[in-house]
C-alpha cells in the first residue's frame, strides 16, 4: 500500500489537499527484499548492489567482480571454474622462530644468556627466581613449599652495571645517586654514595673515592665525552664551566689503615613509610637516619698519619626495590588488611602464601663490588643493621663485614634518654622521606617491632 501511494503521487495529477503518505517503516520492506534477491546470494549491499552493469549484478556471469572483463558470455559454458588458492608470505610463527634458531615462545628464558658487556644498555630478561629464605616457618609449611625442579640450569651469576649517576643536594649534605641494571630482573636497584672527598682533590690523595666500576668503563668505539658526562662519569664538580670525564680503571680501590671502613646501609623499598608517612613500620625512618648516620665525620686518632682530626663520613645506602619485604606493594596491602584483624607482620606474609621475609641480597653484593667497597682485598666495612641474616646473607656474596652497627629506632632513643623529643611548637627536623628528621611512634609500631625481635631475630631490646 505504502508503495501504491508513492507510485500515485509520482503520476497522478497533483492532489488538491496534501495527504500525508503512510510510513514505510514496515517490519519487512519489500523495496529491501526486492533489492536483496536481484543481487544474488554472493553479493551484499556494501559490494556492487550499485553498480550499473549487469555483469555485476548476475554473479552467473563471467567477471561479475570486475565489469572490466565483462563480456556478456555465460560463465557456465565455459567450464569448471579454476580456484585460487592463498598462500600466506609469511609462515607459521613457530616455524619462523625455528628456522631462525629461536625459541619456541617469545618470554621464554634463555638457557645461557650473555653476561653484561660495557656496550649493552638493556638488561637481561629473568632468568629463574632463587628459593626465598623462609624465616619462623612451621614445619608442616615447610613440607608444602614446591622445591625446584632438578633439570633447571642454575641462575648465571649475577651482573650489574650502573646506568647513571647523578648529584642530589639532601639536608643532610650531598651525595652521588647511582642506578643500575642488572641480569636478574628488570628492577632499577639504586645505591646513595656519600663520599664528599671526590670534591676535595688533597683528600682523594689520603681516602679512596666510592666510584662505580662499570659507570667509568668505555661503553663503546665510538663513545664521546659529552656521552660520558650525560651519564655522569665525570669528576670532581659538574657545572658549565667544569667538565671533566673520568678514566676507566681496574686497579683495586684499597684504603690505608689509618681510613675508617665506610658505613653502609642495605635499605629495601618502603612506599608506604617512606612516601606516604605510614607509621605502621619505621623504613622512613630508617632511610634518612642512615643517610644521617653515613654524613656524620668520624673522628680520627691524634697519632693518624692524615694529620686531620676528623675524616668526613663516607659510605653507601644500597636501595632495593623489594616492597614489603619481598612480596610486592599490593600483597604488602593485604597483609596490612590481615594484620588490622590481628595477625602480626610475619603470619600475614604466611597467609599469604609467603614466607616471613622473601628478601635476597645477591644484587646488593654485586652493587657493592662495583662501588669496590667492601671487598677481601680493602678493609671491609661497617653494616647498619639489626638483622643478623643480612649480615650472613653479604657474608655470602663475599663482602666483608667488620663491623654491626644497631639501627636504633628514634623513640626508642628518647625512652633511653639518649635523644630529646622534638618540643611542640617547634619547627619540624629536615630529613628525606615524609617522616623527615621526626621519629616514629604509635601502638601500630611497637606490634611490628616486637615482632621482627621476636619472631624474626632482630638484635634489639625491647623497650615495650
Known amino acids: 500500500s505504502s508503495d501504491a501511494a508513492v507510485l500515485d503521487l509520482l503520476t497522478g495529477p497533483p492532489p488538491s489537499s496534501p495527504k500525508p503518505l503512510p ?6 520492506d519489500p523495496l529491501l527484499l526486492a533489492a536483496t534477491a536481484a543481487s544474488g546470494p554472493n553479493v551484499t549491499r556494501n559490494h556492487y548492489t550499485h553498480d550499473f552493469f549487469p555483469g555485476v549484478m548476475m554473479p552467473q556471469s563471467q567477471g561479475s567482480y570486475d ?22 608470505r609469511q609462515g607459521p610463527r613457530k616455524a619462523r622462530l625455528q628456522a631462525e634458531g629461536k625459541l619456541e615462545k617469545e618470554n621464554d628464558s634463555p638457557q645461557s644468556p650473555e653476561p653484561l ?9 629473568h632468568l629463574s627466581r632463587k628459593p626465598p629464605t623462609h624465616l619462623a616457618v612451621p614445619d608442616h609449611t615447610r613440607a608444602i613449599i614446591p622445591k625446584p625442579a632438578a633439570d633447571k640450569l642454575p641462575p648465571q651469576p649475577v651482573e ?19 642506578l643500575y641494571h642488572n641480569n636478574r630482573d628488570s628492577k632499577e636497584h639504586l645505591a646513595i654514595v656519600v ?27 665510538n663513545e664521546t665525552e659529552m656521552d660520558r658526562l650525560v651519564r655522569g662519569a665525570y669528576v670532581g664538580k659538574l657545572s658549565s664551566t667544569l667538565k671533566n670525564p673520568s678514566l676507566p680503571s681496574s686497579q683495586p680501590v684499597i684504603s690505608g689503615d689509618a681510613i675508617p671502613p665506610p658505613l653502609v646501609r642495605i635499605h629495601s623499598e618502603c612506599f608506604t613509610g617512606e612516601t606516604v608517612g605510614s607509621m605502621r613500620c619505621d623504613c622512613g625512618e630508617q632511610l634518612d637516619e642512615a643517610i644521617r648516620l653515613i654524613s656524620q665525620p668520624t673522628r680520627l686518632p691524634r697519632d693518624s698519619p692524615l694529620g686531620l682530626p676528623d675524616l668526613p663520613g663516607r659510605g653507601v645506602v644500597v636501595y632495593l626495590r623489594q616492597e614489603g619485604r619481598g612480596i610486592g606493594l599490593l600483597s604488602k596491602i593485604r597483609a596490612y588488611n590481615l594484620q588490622d584483624m590481628g595477625h602480626d607482620t610475619v603470619a600475614a606474609n604466611l597467609m599469604l602464601g609467603y614466607g616471613a621475609d622473601e628478601r635476597n641480597y645477591e644484587i646488593a653484593g654485586a ?26 646473607a653479604l657474608e655470602k656474596e663475599g663482602v666483608k663485614v667488620v663491623e654491626r652497627v644497631p639501627m636504633v629506632p628514634r623513640s626508642w632513643k628518647c625512652r633511653t634518654g639518649h635523644s630529646k623529643p622534638n618540643e611542640a611548637g617547634k619547627e619540624k627536623a629536615a630529613g628525606l622521606t615524609m617522616i ?8 601500630d609500631l611497637d606490634k611490628y617491632l616486637r615482632t621482627k625481635v621476636e619472631r624474626m631475630g632482630h638484635m634489639l631490646p625491647l623497650y615495650l
Open 23 to 28: 510510513r514505510r517503516d514496515s517490519f519487512m
Open 195 to 221: 663520599d664528599p672527598s671526590q670534591y676535595d682533590d688533597a683528600l682523594q690523595q689520603h681516602v679512596p673515592p666510592i666510584r662505580s666500576r662499570t659507570l667509568d668503563a668505555t661503553w663503546g668505539e
Open 67 to 88: 565489469w572490466t572483463k565483462w563480456s556478456g558470455e555465460d560463465a557456465a559454458a565455459r567450464g569448471e571454474r579454476r580456484r585460487l588458492t592463498y598462500v600466506s
Open 436 to 443: 623527615g628528621g621526626e621519629a616514629v611512634r604509635g601502638d
Open 160 to 178: 650489574v652495571k650502573c646506568m647513571a649517576r647523578t648529584r642530589i643536594p639532601t639536608p643532610h649534605g650531598p651525595v652521588f645517586l647511582h
Open 367 to 392: 652493587i657493592l663490588r662495583d662501588l669496590r667497597v667492601g671487598s677481601e682485598q680493602d678493609r671491609g666495612l661497617r653494616l647498619l643493621t639489626n638483622n643478623p641474616d643480612k649480615v650472613a
Open 117 to 125: 658487556r660495557p656496550a649493552d644498555n638493556i638488561p637481561h630478561p
